[in-house]
């Protein structure tokens, strides 16, 4: 009798092998549970998890046509400039779109340049050829007020990671430009302390672009990116986001085309949040789709009023009971993101590193 392993059981167990160390692409699942949310119902399928975190897909069969432009390409390809107003504001940019698409901004984008680097604070869309028009910015870069390389320009950062969630909430829901500056001086301290990495401006964009972080953030952005293969990946157009067992942050785009340009740029702003908190005590029980489909759900909450971000751009948030914030931006009436972001409330520090940033 022949000892030796055939090649057809060596194949079989060098797929098992691969198999086992790679995230599968989510399966269809015709038991997972739908939610309608503004009126759109989606599908929720996964999860798919790398380390601490986890994805579930928001699927829809109905996607508009628009053929957005994103900042990253828009500011590569020179057809979109950025720079500080004429009459210079901490709270404002100048944004000129010399493209043909609507250009999409989405919330937490890094800006490097001009006299502070700043962050987008709420998504919106610029139309088409529209002329220099203002919008809406935070300073991630405290004390700093001189041109620096670029002058009043500004260019995108060396890494596609957006803001973290604690920038971002700080920026967007509770609008304090100091909670902003506090939440970056709180990261970059823990990732100091933790990573080694360097600390010796103000600017969180130095901590996002440093190589220990943007190695942490391609880890996970291409561990997770196998989630949007096969047939269910094709229609989606959100994402809801999970680490140490607690649903985070959930966003939906108009289609797929745009939601796979921000798919992995949302992963790599919890990357770094997540290898600061691997350690720290998971919850009992893990989240499941019937789960997730039970956290969008409104419970009570105070409703929130439409504000206007520009001619075309209108922003609702909403107070989803006490610790979640519902989000809703529309251009020219039609939606171009729908959020909700959980506030992990003032005991929970290590998010941000400091008490009064508690995201």
């Not at 995108?156 to 971002?168: D, H, I, Q």
């Not at 992990?344 to 009064?356: K, M, P, W």
Request: hydrophobic share 35%.
């Amino acid at each position: 009798m022949n000892a030796r392993p055939s090649l057809a059981l060596i194949g079989c167990l060098l797929l098992t092998l691969l198999v086992a160390g790679c995230p599968q692409p989510i399966a269809p699942n015709s038991t997972s549970p739908d939610i309608e949310l503004d009126g759109t119902p989606y599908h929720i399928r996964g999860p798919v998890t790398h380390e601490n975190l986890s994805v579930f897909l928001l699927c829809s069969d109905r996607q508009d046509d628009r053929n957005f432009l994103t900042l990253d390409e828009g500011l590569k390809s020179g057809l979109v400039k950025i720079a500080e107003q004429e009459q210079e504001s901490v709270g404002s940019l100048q944004l000129e779109n010399q493209s043909d698409r609507p250009l999409y901004l989405q919330e937490g984008e890094r800006l490097q340049g001009g006299k502070q680097d700043r962050t987008i604070i709420s998504s919106l869309v610029v139309p088409p050829k529209s002329g220099r028009t203002p919008v809406p910015t935070f300073c991630v870069e405290q004390s700093r007020w001189v041109e620096g390389d670029k002058g009043k320009q500004f260019g995108f950062t060396v890494s596609p990671a957006l803001a973290p969630k604690g920038v971002r909430g700080s920026a967007k829901i509770e609008a304090s430009q100091d909670r902003v500056w506090a939440c970056v001086a709180g990261q970059k301290g823990s990732a100091e302390k933790q990573l080694k990495t360097k600390n010796t401006t103000s600017s969180v964009n130095e901590l996002i672009d440093s190589p220990e972080v943007r190695g942490i953030s391609d880890e996970y952005a291409k561990a997770l990116s196998g989630a949007l293969d096969g047939p269910e990946g094709r229609e989606a157009v959100g994402v809801a986001i999970v680490f140490n067992g607690q649903i985070e942050e959930v966003n939906v785009y108009p289609n797929r085309a745009l939601f796979a340009k921000l798919y992995p740029r949302l992963i790599q702003s919890y990357a770094l949040q997540a290898t600061l908190l691997k350690d720290q005590p998971k919850a009992a029980e893990s989240v499941t789709a019937a789960g997730l489909a039970q956290f969008l759900k409104k419970v009570g909450g105070k409703e929130g009023e439409a504000k206007s971000l520009d001619a075309h751009n209108q922003v609702k948030i909403t107070e989803w009971e006490a610790d979640k914030f519902q989000c809703t931006t529309r251009y020219d009436g039609q939606l171009v993101h729908w959020q909700v972001m959980k506030k992990n409330g003032q005991g929970d520090s290590a998010r941000c590193g400091i008490l009064a940033a508690p995201w």
